[in-house]
């Protein structure tokens, strides 16, 4: 089953269970797969590796709303958003910790040859395309700069 369509069996399974967070989220992701499927120049059918984009890209939004609202002391706000991350987070696949990160990252310095931090740049491009889906962007840069640095 692809995971459009896992996607939208879960949709009639919130609605079921009455899980209106859930139901809420799930339809922002298939209205974000929907769009990107009528967009311009878009392929007929997405492949998992889209969708996986588009969740990526939603968990990622509702992170950084869920800290603006806790800037601004809102709480509620980024109690529901964080609640939407947990529900579309579990289409991804499991994130790399920290100590996981590091040998991979590693090997990346040594695979481009880069020995400065003006060489942060190659590091990681190679380091997004290899690790997508598996670590965010920040937490790379963050190793990144460490080993480099």
Sequence with gaps: MSLEAQINNDIKEAMKAKDRIRLEALRGVKKEVIE?????GAAEELTDADV?????????????????FKSQNR???????????EAISG????????????????AIIEKVGATTMK?????MGV???ELAGKADGKDISAVVKQLLG
């Design 91 to 106: 289409y991804l696949p499991a994130q790399l910790s920290q100590a996981e990160l590091e040998p991979l990252v590693k």
């Design 127 to 129: 380091a997004s395309k």
């Design 119 to 123: 060489e942060m740049g190659k590091v």
């Design 36 to 40: 990107a499927k009528t967009s311009k």
């Design 52 to 68: 996986m984009k588009i969740v990526q890209k939603m968990v990622k939004q509702r992170k950084d709303a869920a800290e603006l």
């Design 75 to 85: 709480e509620d706000l980024a109690e529901k958003e964080l609640a939407e991350v």
